[in-house]
């Protein structure tokens, strides 16, 4: 008799994208078989795109780091947990003590958001660590949208997404949630519900310089010119304004600021702003009536609208033309996702707060102001660079790739060298990491339990859900949370041996005396059962809107319940949340923030600027993600992915042939690349996807060795940022190429 191999089914979020699917994952003696949508998730109804199935190349990925490594004498060498947390006590206080905590500057990336331990306690470390230096991924593609929010709603991540299964109008602009599904939008399977609109009558706008995934399902497609979507939208609010279609509905109590915006775009005519964004005036004018007269409508923008130097004023217009048309805060508009635990906007007195404040104090070398805690990405390797008073000197990167994803990365990679230490929290050796002293390797996503923290307050419909560990940790590895832990006890002067639970309980009680005042001892005694991320999510979910509150609510949410509903738990759609979710000064939403009024003043002056010539936009992928997915076999399967799309009237102008290499420049930078002729792409535009050039020595991955690509941010400057969030500007920057060489076919040889 044939002995049946035991099968195990576990259900996991998935950690690759903002989606957040739900997955089914098959498990025979410890290995992963298979893996599927869970066709019972409440929020992702089994949908599953090529990212998912990849799971399983993470999770058994042989450059994945299991074990700490030390660097001496210029290699890597594996070490014990014991000996790394020893090396980091030897060499980082002594340069906390000698130069103060500002020397020690803290990174971390987009892998962060998807683990809910490197979630909640990396600010934990930022805190105990005390430095003004902290940089994230968050200044290189979605600032200007927690700018804007902030300013308008009172909190940075207020952010109204698209209430897409009861819209029937949606006008997009540089997103591509077709490829992404979303972004600052928790979307699985944008296909369906985009077809679902269209079903039922609903109508569907992109607005981008390339004929996208999503483009090319949509009911009409219009080509702009990269950077151009500030005057696009300044075109249409003078519209609304001009044509009295402005409707603020039950709204106008709740909304302060109109006639201050009316004069502000009174020079922003769409036969004025048309030549600058490249699109018809009559087009502006159609787009506008038909947002004003469409039943349940909503505008959403994303990373195209962000990377640009308009980034702050794009990311504003596109909620001021919601409110404008009657389309905020409704069904079938742009609405507030209701979080069930952790979202600043359902804490505290409803409809009113302290708002937001930004430039509390600004960076050493180029005086960018902070936004959210953070400085410019793209200021970190002058940091390091400049001498004088508050240097860096030593650096904390955890699941960050800035060397690859920030501008001109050649130069960050080189000021990393000349870091007195360096701490990576990862589970790569890769082109940020390979410069570290000291590597200590996180867990797998199958190791970990999980809660998004962050997408359930971007989603386009409530939810909660819990996944617990589907394999067990190594022998000795320590969760993720308990490496944040290890790293604050040495910041404090505790040292690497000490007992990491009493930091756990002193912060936890810490952060109780701040918000739960004279309860404080009594939700830390009702919690105490748990310990590090399931702790706090317990009691962000038992004092959250949905929540039991400890008995008070006993048919309410507590970590119990979620991680007992294996499919999850369904919230319901969205709902109106003004006034409730403000959280200005005013109580009001802030339509016209003076700092966007006065920033109006460089579109002004750009109307008779002329319209750049060659420029190069970035682009989505369906099996691609940010640089930390492009080790894995599946998603590396297929054709060539890092092309550079140029139109054809271009390449001929250009000499340029499909399949051919080219050399692409911008002032000093330089990268070459394979390229693809498609009429998808605007004249004058070139697309090269983000997330490429995985060619630097002393990097451990394999796989993307093999077909490394170009890296697109190689090329830029890093010292072009919007000025207001101080993100970088990786979009419509003009650009020179040429050909290098001809194509190459079968039997040739270059």
Excluded at 598 to 613: K, Q, S, V, Y
């Amino acid at each position: 008799m044939i002995e049946q191999k035991q099968e195990t089914v576990h259900h996991r979020i998935c950690p690759f994208c903002e989606a957040c699917c739900g997955l089914e994952i098959t498990v025979t003696e410890g290995r992963v078989k298979r893996i599927r949508g869970h066709a019972a998730d409440v929020f992702s109804g089994g949908y599953l795109c090529p990212k998912g199935v990849a799971l399983k190349d993470l999770h058994e990925d042989p450059d994945r780091l299991r074990q700490p490594l030390i660097k001496r004498e210029g290699r890597f060498v594996e070490a014990s947990w014991d000996e790394a947390f020893a090396e980091i006590e030897r060499r980082l206080p002594p340069i906390i003590a000698k130069h103060g905590p500002d020397a020690v500057a803290l990174t971390f990336g987009n892998p962060v958001v998807h683990k809910a331990g490197l979630m909640l306690y990396t600010p934990r470390l930022g805190r105990a660590l005390g430095s003004k230096n902290v940089f994230s991924a968050s200044t290189l593609d979605q600032m200007p949208k927690h700018l804007s929010s902030g300013l308008m709603f009172g909190d940075f991540l207020s952010i109204p997404v698209p209430d897409i299964e009861r819209a029937n109008f949606l006008l997009m602009l540089g997103a591509n949630p077709m490829v992404s599904n979303g972004s600052l939008w928790t979307v699985p399977n944008f296909r369906d519900k985009a077809k679902a609109l269209r079903a039922r009558g609903g109508r569907l706008i992109v607005v981008d310089p390339r004929r996208t995934e999503t483009a090319k399902t949509a009911d009409q497609h219009i080509f702009i010119r990269p950077g151009g979507d500030v005057f696009l939208l300044l075109g249409m609010v003078h519209t609304l304004f001009a044509e009295k279609l402005v409707r603020l509905n039950r709204l106008a109590p709740h909304v302060v600021g109109v006639e201050a915006l009316q004069q502000a775009v009174a020079a922003f005519a769409p036969e004025r702003t048309s030549a600058r964004c490249g699109i018809p005036a009559e087009t502006i004018r159609t787009l506008a009536r038909s947002l004003a007269a469409a039943e349940r409508a909503t505008v959403y923008g994303r990373i195209g609208t962000c990377t640009q130097e308009y980034g702050t004023l794009c990311s504003w217009l596109i909620d001021v033309l919601n409110i404008l048309t009657g389309h905020f805060d409704e069904p079938g508009g742009a609405m507030f996702p209701k979080a069930a635990a952790f979202q600043a906007n359902t804490m505290g007195k409803p409809g009113v707060g302290k708002g937001i404040v930004t430039g509390r104090r600004k960076s050493r070398v180029s005086g960018a102001p902070e936004v959210l805690g953070e400085f410019p990405a793209s200021c970190l390797a002058e940091e390091i660079e400049t001498p004088g008073d508050g240097q860096i000197k030593a650096l904390i990167s955890v699941s960050s790739n800035p060397a690859l994803s920030s501008p001109n990365g050649a130069r960050l990679g080189a000021a990393l060298d000349k870091l007195d230490f360096m701490v990576s929290v990862d589970v790569y050796l890769n082109e940020t990491t390979r410069h570290a002293d000291v590597i200590l390797p996180g867990t797998s996503p199958l190791e970990d339990s999980h809660y998004d923290v962050a997408f359930s307050q971007l989603s386009y419909r409530n939810h909660a859900r819990y996944s617990a560990p589907v394999m067990p940790c190594a022998a000795g590895q320590p969760e993720e949370w308990q490496i944040l832990l290890r790293l604050i006890g040495i910041v404090q002067g505790k040292g690497a041996a000490a007992d990491i639970n009493q930091i756990d309980d002193e912060l936890l009680a810490e952060d109780l005396r701040r918000t739960a005042g004279a309860r404080a001892d009594e939700l830390f005694k009702a919690v105490s059962h748990r310990r590090g991320m399931e702790r706090l999510l317990d009691l962000g979910l038992r004092t959250g809107p949905y929540g039991d509150q400890f008995g008070a609510s006993p048919e309410g949410l507590n970590l119990d319940k979620v991680a007992a509903a294996e499919t999850g738990v369904d919230l319901g759609p969205l709902g109106p949340r003004v006034p409730e979710v403000l959280r200005t000064p005013s109580g009001k939403i802030e339509l016209a923030p003076q700092m966007l009024i006065d920033d109006l003043m460089r579109p002004a002056a750009d109307l008779a600027r002329t319209a750049p010539g060659l420029v190069i936009v970035g682009r989505r992928q369906t099996h691609c993600g940010n640089s930390w997915m492009s080790n894995l076999p599946i998603l590396a399967k297929g054709a060539a992915q890092c092309t550079a799309l140029v139109n054809p009237a271009d390449a001929l102008r250009l000499g340029l042939e499909d399949g051919s290499r080219a050399r692409i420049a911008h002032g000093n930078n330089m990268i070459e690349v394979n390229v693809e002729i498609t009429d998808e792409m605007m004249p004058g535009v070139i697309s090269l996807p983000h997330g490429w050039g995985h060619d630097q020595p002393g990097s451990r991955l394999e796989v993307a060795a093999l077909n490394p690509g170009a890296n697109l941010n190689a090329l830029m400057d890093e010292n072009r940022r919007d000025p207001l969030s101080g993100n970088a500007v990786l979009s419509g920057v003009e650009v020179q190429m040429q050909a290098v060489s001809k194509p190459v076919f079968a039997g040739q040889t270059r």
